[in-house]
């Protein structure tokens, strides 16, 4: 069973939360004008591993054929077999029972709101066959976790919500371009929809540039309205560089993707949670 579990992680990647979960607890530090309470941070940690496996199980199934076409991706674990369709059916199933349920335990308007979550995670998994804004869809499914955690903590939403969400769909947008650059003939070929295989790699990639630029712009947008403090930008910095050494290392070479896919934006989301933590852990000792 354990050897099960290893296995279905390995195909969710759960290790890709760290591009929606940090951007969630960054929303409820900032909604909370310093810290959800525990129970709060629990559930949205529960409700945001059952979107993960969810979405990533119901992608992984969906996306099973063309997976297997694809010499990138034929490795993957229903192609191989290593993994059922049935058994990621199930797994997306009880993720988003896992999802609603941690929306149930937290407040009305996150509950009666998860069906819409459910309908965008689904949705994407189809978006690359008909439409290129596909990399928009994923940023808005994403892009949901901080705005769910925003009602959670408020049980409203509001100005601020919106811009931090819109910012957080923004990055990842720009960020599922870049990776797209790997499959832009694959695409091509299958009659699939990208950003990359429809304007091809330079133009995609200032598109990708405008939307990380427009991300750290939200994100200042951010800090003024909810009159975070000096930590907050520092961390902003540090994110703003982080991006622009993804852009550069990408213009070099194309076959570190992966790193900058992963690590750079992995330590991003890392960075804007932790100064946003301490931002409110200055501001307590402060006025302590």
């Not at 530090?29 to 059952?50: E, M, R, S």
């Not at 957080?168 to 990208?194: H, T």
């Not at 200042?220 to 982080?242: D, H, P, Q, R, T």
């Amino acid at each position: 069973m354990i050897e099960r579990l290893r296995i279905y992680m390995e195909m969710i990647k759960v290790e890709h939360t760290v591009f929606a979960l940090p951007f969630a607890l960054t929303s409820a530090l900032i909604a909370a004008h310093g810290f959800p309470t525990l129970y709060q941070t629990f559930w949205i940690v529960v409700a945001l591993f059952g979107a993960r496996t969810a979405a990533m199980s119901l992608n992984r199934l969906i996306d099973a054929e063309i997976d297997a076409k694809n010499p990138r991706t034929a490795n993957r674990h229903i192609p191989r077999g290593i993994v059922k369709k049935s058994e990621a059916l199930i797994l997306a199933i009880i993720g988003f029972v896992l999802m609603v349920y941690s929306a149930y335990k937290l407040n009305p308007l996150a509950f009666k709101l998860s069906p819409i979550a459910i309908l965008v995670l689904v949705l994407y998994s189809f978006t690359k066959r008909f439409t290129y804004l596909c990399h928009i869809v994923l940023g808005v499914a994403i892009a949901l976790a901080p705005l769910g955690a925003w009602i959670v903590v408020k049980g409203s939403v509001s100005l601020s919500a919106f811009i931090l969400s819109f910012s957080v769909g923004l990055w990842v947008a720009g960020f599922d371009i870049i990776y797209a650059l790997q499959d832009v003939e694959f695409d091509r070929k299958e009659g699939l929809y990208s950003i990359p295989a429809v304007l091809g790699d330079e133009r995609a990639l200032i598109l990708s540039k405008l939307f990380h630029i427009l991300t750290l712009i939200g994100l200042i947008w951010i800090g003024v309205l909810e009159k975070l403090g000096f930590w907050y930008y520092i961390g902003l910095g540090v994110s703003a560089f982080l991006m622009a050494k993804e852009h550069k290392i990408i213009s070099q070479d194309r076959s570190k993707i992966g790193y900058a896919f992963f690590n750079l934006n992995g330590y991003i989301s890392l960075t804007i949670f932790f100064f946003t933590l301490v931002n409110y852990l200055w501001e307590m000792m402060w006025n302590s």
